[in-house]
């Protein structure tokens, strides 16, 4: 598949509507620019996620790495999807490379990464992944 969207279906949709709903609890009060994720394991579990700022910036976390630190606290590793919502569900809130590189430590090249445009596979966001 290349690196264009294909078109969310229901599943998707109802996904991506967690992350836009989980949103809210978002911790963003230095830009104002909330983020919800929703990670979907292989087994069907959905784990939640928001964006977490702090005054001494580095120090913040993104969405998409709580949702993922939740689920491995619950002692899952094999997702098959996640979906993220920014601040404006309309438009598309592509995970930060730290983020993509996160994603790629959980071993599946074919997770699907799903946004308000559609569903990327996490390969056409980073093709060519840190390895050691």
Excluded: W
């Excluded at 928001?50 to 580095?58: K, L, Q, R």
């Excluded at 949702?67 to 995970?95: H, L, Q, W, Y």
Aim: glycine share 10%; aromatic share 8%; with cysteine.
């Amino acid at each position: 598949m290349s690196g264009r969207a294909r078109p969310l279906d229901d599943a998707a949709r109802a996904l991506f509507a967690q992350a836009a709903d989980i949103r809210k609890n978002a911790y963003a009060p230095y830009s104002g620019f909330t983020v919800g994720a929703a990670l979907l394991t292989k087994g069907g579990k959905v784990y939640l996620g928001v964006n977490t700022e702090n005054a001494a910036y580095p120090v913040g976390c993104c969405a998409e790495r709580n949702a993922i630190g939740a689920a491995m606290t619950a002692g899952e590793r094999e997702f098959s999807a996640v979906a993220i919502c920014g601040k404006d569900e309309n438009e598309p809130c592509f995970p930060c490379g730290m983020c993509r590189q996160m994603l790629a430590e959980l071993k599946n090249p074919d997770l699907q990464v799903i946004l308000s445009d559609g569903v990327y596979p996490l390969s056409a966001l980073l093709p060519h992944t840190f390895t050691l």
